[in-house]
């Protein structure tokens, strides 16, 4: 093999394959990267029999090749290229890599031993990466991150025909979000539990470019989920286990006694100020009145803060304390200048949303859902 490729490209596509492969792999062999130059194209690939990725991208080809080599290794020493450039050639047992008078040598891996990936199935239809991207960046902040309770490491994707719904939680919170897709059939229904960190993966590469989507069977232990797009594709076994029935923890439009909108931006800023204070678990309160949200957080023992912000509020004066990781979660998701908060009770759980405006109605395409603190006197 010998090949040239510019070395930014070539960084991001190790990078984003590297990102994929187990850290402590159960099969040595899966730490690899499979490399291969072929037809002006190189590609670069990993698998660890529940996930793959894969990225192809164009290079100037000398000799055709394929080899196996250690892929975080190689996405480190890619990034630290001094030049434009990089060089690999392979010759034996081992794989140059070389950008101006740097040189590095690698020990391939057994190319023979070496899984291959799946084929994608067949595909459902497409989407905006725009659309695809906003609605997994909104969504998987809410997801687990404990390994022992797998179900809640996942996103449901749930088709009803033209409509795609993402829903994740952790139990503390709850995230929501519908947009529109192309289908292959307009009558198509199916439901997935996709682990989150695949698609979070996704999202950061596949906006700006169609999405094309391709769920298999769902049956129990036989489902597998691809995306394609930008020169680059996935695939990943979904997680078998039953989702938690959590959409009734979405307020219905008539329980809802008082909403408030504020100013996103404002109101991070605010949060992350009052909650210097804080201890852990303790909440940040705020108080609705008079178009006023007063944010306060510790107490006269130690330290205490509080700094009131715009709001304008529809409904009784309400007091109600939250998290502030989780609710900072759920204002960075929103990515609109308004952040709509919509409350049935001080106890019950609240419904965030973003606006573009103070003036803009919610359209109900999403929800995050943040379970208020109890609040001692």
Not at 14 to 43: C, F
Not at 149 to 162: A, H, S, Y
Not at 337 to 362: C, R, Y
Request: hydrophobic share 45%; aromatic share 6%; charged share 20%.
């Amino acid at each position: 093999m010998k090949v040239r490729v510019g070395r930014e490209v070539l960084a991001e596509a190790v990078g984003w394959v590297a990102r994929g492969l187990p850290s402590r792999p159960s099969v040595p062999i899966l730490a690899g990267m499979a490399v291969e130059a072929a037809d002006g194209m190189l590609t670069v690939s990993g698998f660890d029999y529940e996930s793959s990725a894969q990225v192809r991208l164009p290079a100037e080809v000398g000799d055709d090749g394929r080899v196996l080599v250690s892929g975080r290794l190689l996405a480190g020493i890619c990034r630290a290229m001094p030049r434009d450039t990089v060089d690999l050639s392979s010759e034996g047992a081992r794989v140059t890599v070389s950008s101006g008078a740097s040189r590095f040598a690698l020990q391939t891996l057994p190319l023979e031993e070496y899984p291959a990936l799946p084929e994608l199935p067949a595909a459902g239809g497409v989407v905006s990466g725009e659309v695809f991207a906003r609605a997994v960046t909104q969504v998987v902040t809410a997801a687990g991150r404990d390994d022992t309770l797998p179900v809640l490491t996942g996103v449901r994707v749930e088709i009803r025909g033209p409509v795609i719904t993402l829903l994740a939680t952790d139990r503390y919170r709850l995230a929501v979000r519908s947009f529109s897709w192309e289908p292959s059939d307009p009558e198509i229904e199916a439901d997935a539990l996709v682990p989150a960190k695949v698609l979070a993966g996704l999202a950061k590469t596949m906006a700006g470019h169609e999405v094309t989507l391709a769920l298999g069977s769902t049956r129990t232990g036989d489902g597998l989920i691809g995306f394609e797009g930008a020169g680059r594709r996935a695939t990943s076994r979904l997680i078998d286990a039953e989702f938690p029935k959590v959409r009734k923890l979405v307020p219905a439009p008539g329980a809802i006694t008082r909403t408030a909108t504020l100013p996103t931006a404002a109101l991070i800023e605010a949060v992350k100020r009052v909650s210097l204070v804080t201890e852990r678990t303790s909440p940040v309160r705020f108080a609705f009145a008079d178009g006023t949200a007063t944010l306060s957080a510790g107490s006269g023992d130690e330290a205490e803060a509080t700094e009131p912000i715009e709001a304008a509020l529809t409904g009784d004066p309400l007091v109600i304390g939250f998290n502030t990781g989780y609710l900072l979660d759920a204002l960075a998701a929103l990515g609109t200048p308004f952040a709509h908060f919509s409350f049935t009770e001080p106890t019950k759980p609240v419904n965030v949303v973003g606006l573009g405006s103070a003036e803009e109605i919610p359209d109900g395409n999403s929800a995050y859902i943040v379970v208020p603190l109890r609040m001692t006197s």
